[in-house]
């Protein structure tokens, strides 16, 4: 390149450099000032969302003070009263339920909501807090408001600080965070989110989400990333690239958090940057243009001056540089034009080398001096004719003079203005090669006639593609075509036009790949019927490293086939039936299963594959002999039971069967099962149901039988203490007389979840029949704790029922016995009843313990 080139670069160089800087300088800038823009933003949104998540919660639990002041003093209210008067936060909370110490809910402002909180984990926590203690337990779907809520618990204490029970407000999540995010955009997740991980409120594309466990320390570790960077980070929640900004809420242990999405938060800076990038790109585009324009003028005249230097030596470079002798010669004519000799005006050292003569004595010497046998030869002859015809004349031929006497030379004359260039190559060598390479085509055609596969092969040369050369006899023995049929011709000459252009197709993929491929299952319909062959097709280059033939080598595969159909027919039979099977070898370890087995255990054949059948869970081989009673007996089916990967076991239905070789020694054994754990599964649920009362589903007299049996029996080794209750309801039968038989059921049904709710979970509930019932408690405590239970049952039982539109009043009677070692059944029941109507008799709607 010269000087004023390189100069024009430079400056164009230092030029874009600058542009470059600038505009790399205002992007940053720009991008910088929007971040911090956005992130204010989300701050003073994260604020707003803190702000009016601690005013919801404070209403909340101020309402469950107050709640609870009222509960402390002498104008009791339920929670009924309390919505009339407009004392509840009903804009805020679904529902708000009043708890004792047990759990047990005693007052609730909606309906069908759970009798009992004690199994919480926010009522355990209120439990064993300090007085005062308020919860903010964890989002759950609720079946009786069919809504999502948020549960918000503040503790009940007595005047001395002891626990006595909750209140609860069932917040719907979605008031905390959907009415925030209707000021943002849609792609903005809005997400409250407890100090324990667990998200309590998300709202994302208008959708509300919740349960999901975070880290909260890594949202820290964000918003301080977003501040300090001014990067934003991938989101877990849907892999968008957003901005965070969490804020902690002052009294309550819960975090805003706002996260913008990056491409909307970002959307004018990026239209900036389109702006800025689309004008240097312009100008870079004119700059370029004018330096490319200036360059092009430049060049043109350093290649003309290159170009005079390049010609005078080109022709002495490709004289030199060619492979084959070439010597230039002008005509010499005489007076009248005729051709008199031949001058030889250049000529390259191989043309030297092959007359026998230095280089410079042969330049500037007629022809005939040099070679005087040429006067007398054709060779002035046919040089003279290509002057005239200006076409191009190629010949063979031996050398009879000089130092190539007895050498193959090709020759090939071309019109050069008056005079002609001859153009000679030594050609002995390939002359050698093409009679060595005759020979060896007989030696092979010999050798390929008498190989039992048929071989044959088909020209890949433009001038003859796809015609045989050769047919061996065994090709004309499968294929029954002899070789005079079938040499000379093409596939489409021999087949028919489907399967002609089907082995056409073959022939071009090992001509486009250049490698051998094969070609399995070629159908071929001959006098024997439909025969299948596996050909393998592979290239034969030629000299130029072309490929010149295509060699095909033919085995009839049809019996193989057919052999290999039957075999893959029976693998698809065993891999697609629906029952599990298994081999195992003579030692009982796994050498296959199919997919029912791997869908049924959880294990696949890699995971199993080797190991001793027993070890995944399957039972042993069994002695066939002993189980069915036939000392031949080589197969068994009954019952079994299989372990799963997860270690659980599974009732199956098993076939097991030992194969046998001619010596009857045990190769293989063989197992076939399907799970039955449905219809083992369906037998017990019939047995479940067959001791349950279908009316209030509470266990029936059977069971009552067999576990008042078990519990006075454990009683007997000095086991637990067990007390008996006999109940009646006091004034049923009027209910039945006046309000009707499906009155009668719903008051039976209510009892039994009244019932329910009173006693322990280690209690249990029975219903004899009629308006009978009887409860079995096992280690109830003193007399004392039993009392304590009959009172909370007299005080549940006799509260109203409401019927349809009636309202219905019942008291139970209950009878109490504890049982005395070596009590039969009978009698304990006899001596619980008589305690019952001795209740009865004292006024209804009591107890009596018997003693």
């Known amino acids: 390149m010269g000087a004023s080139s390189a100069r ?49 919660l404070d209403r909340v639990l101020h309402t469950s003070q107050l709640i609870q002041r009222l509960r402390d003093s002498e104008r009791r209210m339920s929670l009924k009263t309390l919505a009339n008067e407009g004392l509840l936060p009903s804009e805020f909370a679904k529902a708000i339920l009043v708890t004792d110490r047990q759990g047990h809910v005693i007052d609730a402002t909606g309906t069908n909501l759970a009798l009992s909180l004690a199994d919480e984990e926010y009522f355990k926590r209120l439990a064993q807090a300090p007085p005062g203690s308020t919860d903010i337990g964890p989002t759950e779907f609720q079946p009786a408001l069919e809504a999502p809520v948020l549960p918000v618990s503040q503790r009940i204490d007595d005047s001395a600080g002891r626990f006595m029970g909750v209140v609860t407000a069932l917040i719907p999540p979605q008031l905390l965070t959907s009415e925030h995010a209707s000021s943002e955009a849609a792609s903005t997740a809005v997400s409250l989110v407890g100090l324990d991980g667990l998200v309590r409120a998300r709202w994302l594309t208008g959708k509300l989400s919740y349960g999901e466990r975070v880290d909260v320390s890594r949202v820290t570790e964000r918003m301080s990333e977003a501040r300090i960077q001014r990067q934003p980070t991938s989101s877990t929640l849907d892999g968008k690239e957003r901005f965070v900004v969490a804020l902690q809420l002052d009294r309550y242990p819960l975090l805003a958090v706002v996260a913008v999405d990056a491409d909307q938060g970002l959307a004018n800076y990026r239209r900036t940057r389109r702006r800025l990038l689309l004008w240097a790109a312009g100008f870079g585009t004119l700059l370029g243009l004018g330096t490319w324009l200036l360059l092009q003028q430049q060049r043109r005249v350093d290649a003309s001056k290159k170009a005079q230097q390049q010609a005078e030596s080109r022709l002495r470079a490709a004289l030199e540089g060619s492979l084959d002798a070439i010597s230039i010669m002008l005509a010499r004519r005489g007076p009248k034009g005729q051709l008199q000799d031949f001058l030889i005006t250049d000529a390259n050292s191989r043309a030297a080398e092959m007359v026998g003569l230095p280089l410079e004595q042969m330049l500037g010497r007629p022809l005939s001096e040099v070679f005087p046998a040429m006067r007398s030869s054709r060779a002035m002859d046919t040089f003279e004719q290509v002057i005239v015809s200006r076409e191009a004349s190629t010949s063979e031929l031996q050398a009879t003079l000089g130092p190539m006497k007895g050498r193959w030379l090709h020759q090939q004359v071309v019109a050069v203005d008056d005079g002609v260039a001859l153009i000679s190559r030594d050609i002995t060598d390939r002359k050698l090669s093409e009679r060595d390479l005759d020979e060896n085509r007989r030696f092979l055609q010999n050798l390929l006639d008498f190989l039992p596969l048929p071989v044959y092969a088909k020209s890949m040369r433009p001038d003859g593609l796809g015609v045989y050369e050769f047919w061996n006899h065994a090709a004309e023995r499968s294929f029954h075509m002899p070789a005079t049929q079938v040499v000379g011709r093409t596939v489409r000459d021999l087949y028919a036009p489907a399967d002609a252009q089907r082995f056409d197709d073959q022939d071009l993929q090992v001509l486009r790949d250049g490698k051998p491929r094969r070609f399995p299952g070629q159908i071929f319909d001959g006098p024997e019927g439909r025969r299948y062959f596996d050909t393998f097709k592979a290239p034969v280059l030629g000299v130029d490293g072309e490929m010149d033939h295509l ?70 081989v069994p002695d066939f002999a002993m189980l069915t009673g036939n000392a031949d007996a080589q197969r068994w089916v009954g019952e079994a039971h299989l372990t799963l990967a997860d270690g659980q076991g599974l009732d199956i239905w098993l076939s097991t069967s030992r194969i046998i070789d001619e010596t009857s020694r045990a190769t293989h054994h063989a197992r076939v099962f399907s799970d039955i754990s449905i219809l083992k599964g369906h037998e017990k649920a019939l047995q479940e149901m067959a001791r349950r009362d279908s009316l209030t589903g509470l266990p029936n007299r059977r069971h009552f039988d067999e576990r008042l049996a078990e519990s006075l ?27 009707g038989h499906e009155a009668g059921d719903q008051l039976l049904i209510a009892v039994a979840h009244r019932l329910t709710a009173c006693v322990r979970g280690t209690d249990l509930v029975f219903r004899l029949g009629g308006d009978e019932f009887t409860v079995l408690l096992e280690e109830a405590g003193d007399r004392a704790a039993v009392q304590t239970l009959c009172e909370r049952i007299v005080a549940s039982l006799s509260q109203p029922h409401l019927l349809g539109s009636h309202e219905a009043v019942t008291t139970p009677s209950i009878g109490v016995a504890d049982a005395v070692i070596s009590e039969s059944p009978d009698a304990l029941c006899r001596r619980a009843d008589q305690a019952m109507y001795e209740a009865k008799r004292g006024g209804k709607g009591t107890y009596r313990i018997a003693e």
């Open 713 to 739: 029996r454990r009683h007997a080794r000095s086991g637990p203490a067990v007390t008996l209750m006999f109940i009646d309801l006091d004034g049923f039968k009027r209910v039945n007389d006046e309000l």
């Open 551 to 620: 060699l095909v080598i033919a085995e009839d595969v049809t019996e193989r086939r057919a052999y290999a159909e039957r075999l893959a027919l029976a693998s698809k039979v065993i891999a697609e039936t629906a029952d599990a099977v298994v081999v195992t070898d003579a030692e009982d370890r796994i050498i296959e299963v199919n997919r029912a087995f791997s869908a049924m255990t959880g294990r696949t054949l890699a995971q199993v594959e080797h190991r001793p059948a027993t070890e995944v869970g399957l039972p042993p």
């Open 8 to 56: 024009l670069l430079a400056a164009a160089g230092l030029l874009a450099t600058a542009l470059a800087v600038i505009l790399w300088m205002s992007l940053q800038l720009e991008y910088r000032t929007e971040v911090d823009a956005l992130l204010d933003g989300s701050t003073r949104s994260t604020q707003k969302l803190a702000s009016r998540t601690t005013e919801v």
